[in-house]
């Protein structure tokens, strides 16, 4: 079983900074993407920044320039640095993970999610 562990969430001021943390553990052979989503009320679900295995990364119109996803020291995990929050960026941030837990998995692997973690960017 694979498990998607989230932090990092919290509330800060427009302009500020803040940084998601999300470690993949369990059964693991290898990841092919590992992302974050998000979901404001009322909203879909949307893409907010992906990477894949080889470093290629991908983001949302919305927060380039401003968000960087990169691959954190610990094995299995992956970081969003969001700078120059705006209100809009409220919401829940999802990390997402595609991974095949065994060889003899399919490569176009699973999708596993996190539980969420709550952005609140408000004065």
């Known amino acids: 079983q694979v498990q998607l562990v989230e932090s990092g969430g919290g509330v800060v001021q427009p302009g500020g900074s803040l940084r998601l943390s999300c470690a993949a553990s369990?059964?693991?052979?290898?990841?092919?993407?590992m992302g974050w989503y998000r979901q404001a009320p009322g909203k879909q679900r949307e893409l907010v920044a992906a990477i894949t295995r080889g470093g290629i990364t991908n983001y949302v119109d919305s927060v380039k320039g401003r968000f960087t996803i990169s691959r954190g020291n610990a094995k299995n995990t992956v970081l969003l640095q969001m700078n120059s929050l705006k209100p809009e960026d409220t919401a829940v941030y999802y990390c997402?993970?595609?991974?095949?837990?065994?060889?003899?998995?399919?490569?176009?692997?699973?999708?596993?999610w996190g539980q969420g973690t709550q952005v609140t960017v408000s004065s």
């Open positions: 369990g059964r693991i052979f290898s990841i092919n993407v």
């Open positions: 997402n993970a595609n991974i095949r837990e065994t060889p003899s998995s399919r490569l176009s692997g699973y999708d596993y």
